[in-house]
Antibody, heavy 120, light 107 residues
Framework: QVQVVQSVPEVKKPGASVKVSCETSGYTFTRYGITWVRQAPGQGLEWMGWISGYNGNTNYAQKFQGRVTLTTDTSTSTAYMELRSLRSDDTAVYFC?????????????WGQGTLVTVSS | DIQMTQSPSSLSASVGDRVTITCQAS??????LNWYQQKPGKAPELLIYDASTLETGVPSRFSGSGSGTDFTLTISSLQPEDIATYHC?????????FGGGTKVEIK
C-alpha cells in the first residue's frame, strides 16, 4: 500500500533554512508528482508547489518563488522541500501529498506532517 | 488566483443532524473541486473529488454536489467521528487554492 513518511520536527532561527523530506513507498515513484502544502497554527491549508516524480519539473506558488526549492531522489523515492530565509510566520506544519491518480490534483495520500518552528 | 470561500467557518450540530457546508469559487471551476476532512493533529484526508465522487472507503452519509462556482458538502446524519475541519480545494487552475475550512462540532 502507498505510504508517505515525513521527517521529524525542526526548530530553526530566523534567516536559516530548513529541508523537509518525504519518503514514499508502495508505488512507482516516477509515475506521480508530489505536492507540498503548509498549515500555519490555527489556519487553513496553503499550496506551496508541486514536483514531478518523472522528470523533476516543478511549479511553485508565486508567494514562495525564489525562497523554496523542491527536489526528488528517485533512487530512494523521496521528495524534499527546502525553504530559505525563514521568518517567524513560516512556523507551520508542512505536508507532502501524492495524487490519487496520476496528474489528477486529488491529494489522496498525505504524509503525517512536519512541524517547523521558527523562533529566535 | 481563484479564491475559495467556505461557509460557515464553524458549526455545532447534534448527532443525527443533516449538516451542509458550502464553498464558493471566485471563477467558474466547472467540477474541479475536492473536499477533505482533517481531524485535530492529523493530515487531511480526501473525501470527495470531482465535486461529487466519493473516495473509496468514505461513508455514504457524505455527499458532494455543485458545479461552476457553488458547491456543497453534505453529511446526511452527523456521527461523533465526523468531528473535524472540512476543507474545499479547487484544481481548475494553479495555484491550487483551498477554502478557509469549516470546523464541525457536536452540540
Amino acid at each position: 500500500q502507498v505510504q508517505v513518511v515525513q521527517s521529524v520536527p525542526e526548530v530553526k532561527k530566523p534567516g536559516a533554512s530548513v529541508k523537509v523530506s518525504c519518503e514514499t513507498s508502495g508505488y512507482t515513484f516516477t509515475r506521480y508528482g508530489i505536492t507540498w502544502v503548509r498549515q500555519a497554527p490555527g489556519q487553513g491549508l496553503e499550496w506551496m508547489g508541486w514536483i514531478s516524480g518523472y522528470n523533476g519539473n516543478t511549479n511553485y506558488a508565486q508567494k514562495f518563488q525564489g525562497r523554496v526549492t523542491l527536489t526528488t531522489d528517485t533512487s530512494t523515492s523521496t521528495a524534499y522541500m527546502e525553504l530559505r530565509s525563514l521568518r517567524s510566520d513560516d512556523t507551520a506544519v508542512y505536508f507532502c501529498a501524492r495524487d490519487l491518480f496520476s496528474s489528477s490534483w486529488h491529494l489522496g495520500y498525505w504524509g503525517q506532517g512536519t512541524l517547523v518552528t521558527v523562533s529566535s | 488566483d481563484i479564491q475559495m470561500t467556505q461557509s460557515p467557518s464553524s458549526l455545532s450540530a447534534s448527532v443525527g443532524d443533516r449538516v451542509t457546508i458550502t464553498c464558493q469559487a471566485s471563477h467558474d471551476i466547472t467540477n474541479c473541486l475536492n473536499w477533505y476532512q482533517q481531524k485535530p493533529g492529523k493530515a487531511p484526508e480526501l473525501l470527495i473529488y470531482d465535486a461529487s465522487t466519493l473516495e473509496t472507503g468514505v461513508p455514504s452519509r457524505f455527499s458532494g454536489s455543485g458545479s461552476g462556482t457553488d458547491f456543497t458538502l453534505t453529511i446526511s446524519s452527523l456521527q461523533p467521528e465526523d468531528i473535524a475541519t472540512y476543507h474545499c480545494q479547487q484544481y481548475d487552475d494553479l495555484p491550487l487554492t483551498f477554502g478557509g475550512g469549516t470546523k464541525v462540532e457536536i452540540k
